[in-house]
């Protein structure tokens, strides 16, 4: 187990990186949380489409036996509120994007895979925007520490 000696400071926006070990991870994780959803959502919303349903198309894409309580599962962690998958799903059908079969599974279908297709140029521009001057090592440390501190709080929430 690795330890650190640096004392927590007080969130400081205008901290040097001299001085970057001893900010908040739950100020700065916050702050780019909200930075880069906005982000997403407003190019997303620019192009009348919402995150939930990138993510349903994503899994109905997949196949399987997809019903809406599978998206609805797929997307608890993700998701804002315990109806945003459904609502997803009920847009994508009012569109004409999905299908549901008489066994209730979605299919996307070919209005949908168009569709798919289009969001997917715009995620991948949305990507580069957020990753501009930052390459792929350096993503990797990044998600690699914030994994680490996930499982380190985990494991002390599961002995409290």
Same mark, same amino acid.
């Given at each position: 187990?690795?330890?650190?000696? !640096? &004392? ?8 040097? @990186? ?6 908040? #991870?739950?100020?700065?994780? /916050?702050?780019?949380? =909200? %930075? ?9 919303? =620019?192009?009348?489409? !919402? ?5 349903? *198309?994503?899994?109905?894409?997949? /196949? ?6 599978? #998206?609805?599962?797929? *997307?608890?962690?993700? %998701?804002?509120?315990?109806?945003? %998958? &459904?609502?997803?799903? @009920? ?6 994007? *999905?299908?549901?079969? @008489? @066994? =209730?599974?979605?299919?996307? !279908?070919? +209005?949908?895979? %168009? ?13 580069? +925007?957020?990753?501009?001057?930052? /390459?792929?090592? +350096? ?7 914030? =994994? ?13």
């Amino acid at each position: 187990m690795t330890t650190t000696t !640096t &004392s927590p400071a007080p969130a400081d926006p205008a901290a040097g @990186d001299e001085d970057l070990a001893s900010q908040p #991870i739950g100020y700065w994780s /916050g702050v780019v949380h =909200r %930075a880069v959803i906005t982000h997403i959502r407003d190019a997303m919303a =620019r192009v009348d489409v !919402t995150q939930p349903q990138w993510w349903t *198309l994503n899994r109905v894409d997949a /196949g399987g036996d997809v019903t809406r309580e599978v #998206i609805a599962a797929g *997307l608890a962690d993700v %998701a804002d509120t315990p109806h945003d %998958a &459904s609502r997803a799903v @009920d847009h994508l059908l009012h569109r004409g994007w *999905l299908r549901q079969d @008489d @066994d =209730r599974h979605l299919h996307l !279908t070919e +209005e949908g895979r %168009a569709a798919k297709a289009r969001i997917k140029e715009l995620v991948t521009r949305i990507r580069a +925007e957020i990753h501009d001057g930052i /390459g792929d090592d +350096e993503y990797v440390a990044a998600l690699k520490v914030l =994994r680490r501190m996930a499982a380190n709080v985990a494991a002390l929430k599961a002995v409290s």
